[in-house]
């Protein structure tokens, strides 16, 4: 089973940013599908963004549009979540996952993905 393993995460004031990093154990995520999701505390499982690893639209949840951004490193085998502007509503153990999605299938639902990794820690202070 392909291993994923975010690392970045961190304790980081209101407005700064952070990129968290998620390595596959998978030569490559060709013809995967990539997301991440977060926990806030107390809290279900939430969409943040996702990306098809060949290209193509980019869905993003929409109180992190135009501050977060979903990337990734062919070569490293890895995806990338930069997060600028962080606030403290986005304190949360986020979670890379992948898995194949259809063509014509949403990339958002988190039942959709076999393979995630452990999550890292992001607290965001006021």
């Known amino acids: 089973q392909v291993q994923l393993v975010e690392s970045g995460g961190g304790l980081v004031q209101a407005g700064g940013s952070l990129r968290l990093s998620c390595a596959a154990s998978?030569?490559?995520?060709?013809?995967?599908?990539v997301a991440w999701f977060r926990r806030p505390p107390g809290e279900e499982r939430e969409f943040v963004a996702a990306?098809?690893?060949?290209?193509?639209?980019?869905n993003y949840r929409n109180s992190v549009k135009g501050r977060f951004t979903i990337s990734r490193d062919g070569a490293q085998n890895t995806v990338f979540l930069q997060m600028n502007s962080l606030r403290p509503e986005d304190t949360a153990v986020y979670y890379c996952?992948?898995?194949?999605?259809?063509?014509?299938?949403?990339?958002?639902?988190?039942?959709?993905?076999?393979?995630w990794g452990q999550g890292t820690q992001v607290t965001v202070s006021s």
């Open positions: 990306q098809r690893w060949g290209g193509g639209s980019t």
């Open positions: 996952a992948a898995g194949y999605i259809d063509p014509f299938d949403v990339l958002t639902s988190a039942q959709k993905y076999p393979y």
């Open positions: 998978r030569r490559t995520f060709g013809g995967y599908s």
